[in-house]
């Protein structure tokens, strides 16, 4: 897995410095994460709509859009799509939009996010539609510990416990940092774990790089019948030391320099 | 066409009724309400099919993405709340997530317009239709009386991507024979032919347009009289043609002047026919409280202060 990950590492370095922009910072702090949903809990067809099982597909709804570079890299590694498709993120004409858009028609990619504090919604939205239908799979949504700030979280917090999902699995990517420096200086969220169980989730916490304890928390959430929130706690820009806890790399591109050094660290 | 049945009918019960037969033909079909379900007549879906309706609470933004899951996942998604807070609060949600994502969600807003009432500016939406309008991909509608709700809401069921269709609190005067009027979304309507003046309508102001008409009809000024119920795409066609044979044209909208129908007609007129134009709605402003028809007048908007506003604007040479 870490091999694996160290590709991934070094996918997103590589896209957000190609394309002089995007954000490593949070996306090197969820891609722990989305590499274990990928490769050992979600049950997703490579083949994605032309697989006969597609509407019984687990789904995942990256909510902090920002770090898409780590969703993109994770699916094109797991071969959703062509993995040099990877060179053409944010470039004009690109499938790979700087937020993944559900327009760009790309495999792997569910609904559009970047506008932070809506994924949690659209996710209790497939949710009751996938119960409606009476659909067994699972619905996944990754969140920013500082999206956690957005209000319109905490109605859907709400929503989901009124309407008694067991088949939605909330993880937090909580890597203490958002642009403007540390969450607890910008807005504190804490106690995030007792708010979360006032709204009715079980929680989990985990070291969101320890693959053990992301695969066996997945894996207990997707079977539990109780709404689930896994807090993930994190590094910002873990892999590489300069990056790693600094908020300033949160939305800013490797120059060639840093982009060698990054990846002499990861190789 | 129109009817000689002037008969006072609700559109929030028509709406609500229009769900429930949608509802038995279509399972796919569901419902969303923000707390308001009793206003906005969700509720007449809510008692039939209790399992395809969900109440969101007090949490419109909630509403709208919830409303993006569902569709998401082939359903068609009707949510309703009112006017006021369909759109402003989640214009994030409605552009970001609904209309990027072309969802299939229909928003049907009631309360459009100043005509809510006694309960004021906060609750007076004037600048839904041009929130929305900027929207890329999202269809705008605004019915004009009970029969073209219906048949409007049964478009909106059986026609793909993302509409905001807007349903004013007040009751509408029939228009339209049901039995002969056909709502088609590709074509505005022309219901009095005229020479002196062009006027641009629709919602419940155009029962207001056609009875100052029949007044100026009168005095011998004869206008040329188009619905626009869809405000957005805008089919220039009819509006172009009417222009350029009357050259002048009022829009009267129960709407701000800023950014709704009166908008629409000028830039549709300054690229294909320019000519004089004068907008008719609530001006940059706020609303208040106030009985239905004493706003009505005050905004300048009921049939009698639309007949004075446009005599007065013929007399401009």
Known sequence: ?267 | MLTKNTEIKSPRNTYGDTLVELGTKNPNIVVLDADLSCSTQTVKFKKVFPERFFNCGIAEQDMMTTAAGLAYCGKIVFASTFAMFATARCLDQIRNTICYSKLNVKIVATHGGITVGEDGASHQALEDISFMRSIPDIKVIVPADCSEVKQVIEYAANTPGPMYIRIPRTNLTNIFDENKYKFNPETPLKLKDGKDLTIVSNGETLIEVLNAAEKLKEVGIEADILHYPVVKPFHHNLLKESAIKTKKVVVVENHSVIGGLGSAVCESLCQYAPSKVYRIGTKDTFGQSGEQRELMDFYGLSDKKLYEKILKFMDVK
């Open chain 1, 1 to 267: 897995m870490k091999t694996f990950t160290n590709k991934l590492r070094c996918d997103i370095l590589k896209m957000i410095h190609n394309a002089k922009s995007g954000h490593p910072g949070g996306a090197l702090s969820c891609v722990d994460i989305l590499a274990v949903l990928y490769k050992k809990v979600l049950n997703i067809p490579k083949d994605w709509d032309k697989s006969p099982d597609f509407n019984t597909r687990d789904r995942f709804i990256l909510s902090k859009g920002h770090a898409s570079t780590a969703l993109y890299a994770v699916l094109a590694n797991c071969g959703f799509f062509d993995i040099n498709l990877l060179n053409g993120f944010r470039i004009l004409g690109s499938k790979l939009q700087g937020h993944p858009s559900s327009r760009a028609n790309l495999a792997g990619v569910e609904v559009s996010t970047g506008s932070l504090g809506q994924g949690l919604s659209i996710a209790v939205g497939i949710a009751l539609a996938l119960r409606l239908d009476n659909i067994n799979s699972k619905v996944f949504v990754l969140l920013g510990d500082g999206e956690m700030q957005e209000g319109s979280v905490w109605e859907s917090l709400m929503n989901a416990n009124h309407q008694k999902l067991d088949n939605l699995v909330i993880i937090i990517d909580k890597n203490h940092l958002q642009i403007d420096g540390a969450t607890d200086e910008v807005k504190t969220l804490e106690p995030l774990d007792k708010k979360l169980e006032a709204f009715g989730f079980k929680t989990v916490q985990i070291d969101g790089h320890n693959y053990n304890e992301i695969e066996k928390a997945l894996i207990e959430a997707k079977k539990s019948k109780k709404l689930t929130a896994i807090i993930a706690n994190t590094i910002k820009g873990k892999g590489v030391s300069f990056m790693e806890n600094n908020a300033s790399w949160h939305g800013k591109a490797p120059n060639d320099e840093q982009l060698k050094a990054a990846l002499e660290e990861l190789c």
